[in-house]
């Protein structure tokens, strides 16, 4: 994955904002002339049709509009896709575009449209779990940046992503002032332990910085979301620590299904890379892929042993790491954020203080849950 500061260098210099979609207003006044000239009038053209066959005239309703339709993907069979191999060495045969656009979902405008494939399982999943926190909370669109290629295979920037099981999710923002109105964002944008950050659109310059924070209700709906999607099959939330506590905070706060929530706490831990600007999201291989060659990696729970089972299927789990035909046939080579800090450029110091705190919660965490290394 991208550490953040890579994301920075893209948009130093230029806007990272997606362009407005909004039509332009017509203008105050017009400077047409309208012709004043008297029309000859027919008298038929004035007759009330009703009058004229002695009776009142009847009101055809409007049609109700259609409702909109909704994306392909959600009716295409699972047979359409086939992930196969290793997340970092595999490949994807028939993938499936995510929507540019959906209902509570939107790919992220400045990442590459040729990076949004993946199988019909995770990509309908997506669509299905941001049309749910759209229709309980409209007006604030997810943004879902990299999956894989339509082929899988190596993806510039990422390790894995090569087998249309992986994808990188921003979480939900609001500005952070007194009204919190959602923010939408363009770019990864890290958070702090209190779940706050800054959307640095120059890194030099302090007048354009935009305070914002976790929208903790719509990531935790999206979440709980997908991992109720049983197609989906949710294998790993790869996130930074104080985000996972936050949105554990906000499941027991809301009551949430006591299953779906020990289901997150299962699947959720922070990596090498913090993942404090998104998460990281990766789906089991689906029976049907299994027999084709699809290889998942530790770990496998014990309720996914039995939903295979109940299948008919031998789960099929990768070869160590310490094997050569395990290995990536060409890794690609990530900064790491000293790398990434250093290129950077001149930073306010605002940013300066912001990634020297950062140091605290980015080296990966052992917390002695069962799942995480």
């Known amino acids: 994955m991208r550490p953040w500061l890579g994301s920075w260098l893209v948009c130093v210099g230029a806007s990272c904002n997606p362009s407005s979609t909004d039509s332009p207003r017509a203008p105050a006044s017009s400077s047409v002339e309208v012709d004043r000239r008297p029309v000859p009038s027919d008298p038929a053209a004035h007759e009330d049709p009703g009058e004229a066959n002695g009776a009142a005239a009847e009101v055809i309703p409007e049609p109700e509009p259609e409702p909109p339709s909704e994306p ?54 997506l669509v299905r779990a941001a049309g749910t926190v759209e229709r309980a909370s409209p007006g604030a669109p997810l943004t879902v940046g990299d999956l894989a290629r339509e082929g899988g295979g190596e993806i510039s920037g990422h390790a894995s992503h090569r087998t249309g099981r992986d994808v990188d999710v921003l979480f939900h923002l609001r500005h952070d002032d007194a009204e919190g109105a959602p923010f939408v964002p363009s770019k990864a944008i890290p958070l702090d332990p209190d779940g706050r950050g800054t959307d640095y659109v120059d890194l030099a310059d302090p007048t354009d910085d935009v305070p914002v924070r976790l929208d903790a209700e719509r990531t935790w709906s999206f979440v709980a979301a997908l991992l109720a999607d049983e197609a989906a099959a949710v294998q790993r939330i790869f996130v930074v620590e104080h985000v996972r506590s936050a949105l554990l905070d906000e499941a027991r706060r809301v009551g949430a299904p006591q299953d779906i929530v020990e289901r997150f706490a299962e699947v959720t831990c922070q990596p090498r890379f913090p993942h404090d600007d998104h998460m990281h999201i990766r789906v089991f291989c689906s029976p049907e892929d299994v027999a084709a060659g699809c290889e998942d990696t530790q770990p496998l729970y014990p309720w996914r042993k039995q939903a295979l089972a109940a299948a008919g299927v031998k789960p099929v789990i990768s070869r160590r790491s310490g094997d050569e035909d395990a290995k990536p046939k060409s890794k690609p080579k990530l900064k790491t954020l000293a790398q990434a800090r250093a290129e950077a450029g001149p930073m306010h110091e605002d940013v300066v203080e912001f990634l020297d705190r950062r140091a605290a919660w980015a080296k990966q965490p052992h917390p002695g849950r069962r799942w995480c290394r």
């Open 72 to 125: 392909e993907v959600l009716s295409l069979p699972a047979s359409t896709s086939t992930s196969i191999g290793h997340p970092t060495s595999g490949r994807l045969e028939g993938g499936v575009a995510l929507p540019l656009q959906a209902p509570g979902l939107l790919f992220n405008p400045s990442k590459d449209p040729g990076s949004r494939y993946g199988t019909v399982e995770l990509v309908a999943g």
